[in-house]
């Protein structure tokens, strides 16, 4: 029976920290979300702006044409660029999701083991001797 405690408690404590280090990986989850969602919010906008340089037709000369088309390449690098960003921020916050995924079977599996001793424990304190004692004499005593 001790040994039965010593083990339910252990369990217990595990529970703890899986509790734990699911609520860590939410946390980084949480993070990568952010980093995901302020990514994908510049690349739109970058690409918009690059967009919009490259449809402009306001150029004077030949000069100003060639900055202005200059000037498009680069947005149009710095939005590709950013969108490349976005995608590895994306993967980066599914391997999140995919951990936090993890940590609450973990944390799950380690609770139905916890909670199947306590109740195999309390089924063994409450069971009744399995033999009955005859007692000595007769009935009527």
């Known amino acids: 029976m001790k ?13 703890r920290v899986r509790a734990i280090a ?4 939410a946390s980084e989850a949480a ?17 918009r702006l690059a967009l919009d ?10 000069a100003a044409l060639q900055q202005l088309s200059r000037f498009a390449g680069g947005l ?3 939005s590709e660029s950013t969108a490349n960003d ?10 999140k999701l995919e951990l936090l995924a993890a940590a609450e079977r973990s944390r799950a599996a380690v609770e139905t083991r916890a909670d199947k001793q306590a109740q195999s424990m ?9 033999g009955v004692r005859r007692g000595f004499g007769t009935g009527l005593e």
């Open 22 to 25: 699911k609520q860590a990986a």
């Open 3 to 15: 040994a039965e405690r010593a083990r339910l408690k252990r369990l217990q404590r595990l529970e």
């Open 53 to 62: 340089y490259a449809n402009r037709n306001e150029a004077l000369d030949g």
């Open 31 to 47: 993070r990568a979300e952010g980093t995901l969602a302020q990514l994908d919010a510049l690349a739109q906008r970058s690409q």
């Open 76 to 78: 149009q690098s710095i």
């Open 122 to 130: 309390a089924k063994r304190e409450i069971a009744p001797a399995t």
């Open 86 to 95: 976005a995608e590895r921020a994306r993967q980066f916050a599914d391997t």
